[in-house]
């Protein structure tokens, strides 16, 4: 596995948005280096006030400072989407992962995730907690108003597209770094998750989903708070709802079942 884990390791750019998650890097980064000894690990730094800049440098990985966003020039760092957008471009990888930096993502997930791009069956795959599970979204009265609020929008999106998609806010996604771009997304912060599904359903391309467990956060607070973000998350999915084109036509799942991803089929053996 390791072997294999190493090959693929080649072909991708591992992007990390972080701001203050020193101590998090400093676990995630060597396990992730020595998983995947070739892939390119790029950093797109928020302005931390911690030794994040430091620990990326002796973990020899490639280190930014985030840009600063046009529309909060007050302010330091421009949020996830921007960063996320100045990692694609400084990627020197044909695909590129975004990993978040809380220790909530498993790295060994990552092979999962880029093996259908490498195949070429895919230009997007997600991660699913909803297909793999999460410690993190039932850990506070304030994650499960989260996980209601993701279902509701999970169900509207899969209505709207006619495709059916189990978590469109995972932080865990890997894409064909062209077709990233090609999107022209504009999400300041974290609801690009969302922004991203939506457009590629809009460009009639499927999305692969594959069971991604999610742990709780090792060190620190989440940053996304329900009453100052979720007001972002609504707008955002009424302008997709109501503003992008429908798909032409349902999606052919025929190469979706190959990866085995439903669990239920795989534990009843009912894919060979």
């Known amino acids: ?7 693929l390791s080649k072909f991708i750019t591992i992007i990390i948005p972080c701001k203050n998650e020193g101590k998090n890097l400093q676990i995630i980064l060597p396990y992730l280096k020595k998983l995947y000894p070739y892939a390119e690990v790029l950093i797109v730094d928020g302005h931390s006030s911690d030794n994040t800049k430091k620990i990326c440098y002796l973990n020899k990985c490639r280190y930014y400072l985030e840009y600063l966003s046009p529309n909060f020039m007050w302010r330091r760092g421009g949020g996830k989407g921007n960063a996320l957008r100045q990692g694609a471009k400084l990627a020197t990888k044909n695909i590129i992962v975004f990993f978040d930096a809380d220790c ?12 259908p791009i490498i195949n070429k ?4 795959v997600s991660g699913s907690r909803m297909l793999g599970g999460s410690k993190e ?14 279902l509701i929008i999970n169900i509207l999106i899969s209505l709207k597209y006619n495709y ?11 894409f064909d770094r062209n077709f990233f771009i090609s999107l022209k997304t504009k999400s300041i912060h974290t609801t690009i998750e969302q922004e991203l599904v939506c457009l590629t359903l809009a460009k009639n391309k499927p999305i692969l989903e594959v069971p991604c467990h999610e742990h709780e956060r ?8 329900i009453f100052k973000h979720g007001l972002k998350y609504l707008f955002l999915l009424l302008k997709m709802l ?5 798909p032409r036509y349902y999606f052919n799942k025929t190469v979706k079942l190959k990866y085995q991803t439903q669990w239920w089929l795989k534990s009843n053996n009912l894919l060979k």
Not at 121 to 124: N, V
Not at 218 to 225: F, T
Not at 242 to 246: A, G, L
Request: hydrophobic fraction near 40%; charge should be positive.
């Open 104 to 115: 909530s993502h498993d790295p060994n997930d990552i092979a999962k995730l880029v093996y």
């Open 164 to 174: 059916r998609i189990t978590d469109a806010q995972n932080g865990l996604r890997a």
């Open 218 to 225: 090792l060190y620190g607070i989440s940053k996304i708070n």
């Open 1 to 7: 596995m390791k072997k294999r884990y190493a090959f």
């Open 121 to 124: 069956d895919y230009l997007h």
């Open 242 to 246: 109501f503003f992008t084109k429908n």
């Open 137 to 150: 979204l039932f850990n506070s009265l304030g994650h499960i108003i989260r996980l209601l609020g993701s």
